[in-house]
Nanobody, 126 residues
Framework: QVLLVESGGRLVQAGRSLKLSCAAFGRTFSDHGFGWFRQAPGKEREFVAAITGAGRGTKYGDSVKGRFVISRDNAKNTVYLQMDSLKVDDTGVYYC???????????????????WGQGTQVTVSS
């Protein structure tokens, strides 16, 4: 098991930037691939970004491509999500997730992830 703690969510104006962090505690950090997902009120959980264990492979949801960047610092056991040019539609609870079944692949499906954080709220105002 890996304990995940997200931080960095807050209210921000459209067009601005925000950086989320996900600190991991427990098993070997580099053995896990990570993903960010988000959920807006009344909507299903949506894939945002994923990164492999070594950090060499990434994938992004279509709605965030070119605006968001996922990265990881294996020395700090932390995964980041840099969000630029934020839009009102980016509003939601952002969840960090970890998986060790296929850490060499950036996984986009939520069911593959077996560890989830509690989420951090991001609200983008117009």
């Amino acid at each position: 098991q890996v304990l995940l703690v997200e931080s960095g969510g807050r209210l921000v104006q459209a067009g601005r930037s925000l950086k989320l962090s996900c600190a991991a505690f427990g098993r070997t950090f580099s053995d896990h691939g990570f993903g960010w997902f988000r959920q807006a009120p009344g909507k299903e959980r949506e894939f945002v970004a994923a990164i492999t264990g070594a950090g060499r492979g990434t994938k992004y949801g279509d709605s965030v491509k070119g605006r968001f960047v996922i990265s990881r610092d294996n020395a700090k056991n932390t995964v980041y999500l840099q969000m630029d040019s934020l839009k009102v539609d980016d509003t939601g609870v952002y969840y960090c997730a970890a998986q060790d079944s296929q850490p060499w692949i950036p996984i986009i499906t939520s069911t593959t992830y077996n560890n989830w954080g509690q989420g951090t709220q991001v609200t983008v105002s117009s």
